[in-house]
Nanobody
Framework: QVQLVESGGGLVQAGGSLRLSCVVSGRTFSTYNMGWFRQAPGKEREFVAAIRWNIRSPYYADSVKGRFTISRDNAKNTAYLQMNSLKPEDTAVYYC?????????????????WGQGTQVTVSS
């Protein structure tokens, strides 16, 4: 059974930074593509960033490009999302997800496993 546990959310002022972590149980983490999504109240879940199993070709939503960085440490079964220059519109619950398919997906329905989410609140 694969489990994902996010941490690192919190309250931060606009312009600040947070680093989210996602620890994945199981011995096949290095074969998963990993993604980060977010969902604000009353809105659909949206893609934020994704990274391939081999750490190549990270991909970002336009809204976070240049401010957020996705990374992973396969030895630690952990994916990260470094968030800098945070804005109030970044406020949402952030979820990590694991995808066992070959392509790098931005569609949340393509992901097989999900964490419980961590709240990020950015005050103005």
């Amino acid at each position: 059974q694969v489990q994902l546990v996010e941490s690192g959310g919190g309250l931060v002022q606009a312009g600040g930074s947070l680093r989210l972590s996602c620890v994945v149980s199981g011995r096949t983490f290095s074969t998963y593509n990993m993604g980060w999504f977010r969902q604000a109240p009353g809105k659909e879940r949206e893609f934020v960033a994704a990274i391939r199993w081999n750490i190549r070709s990270p991909y970002y939503a336009d809204s976070v490009k240049g401010r957020f960085t996705i990374s992973r440490d396969n030895a630690k079964n952990t994916a990260y999302l470094q968030m800098n220059s945070l804005k109030p519109e970044d406020t949402a619950v952030y979820y990590c997800a694991a995808d066992t398919s070959v392509g790098l997906a931005t569609d949340p329905t393509k992901y097989d496993y999900w964490g419980q989410g961590t709240q990020v609140t950015v005050s103005s």
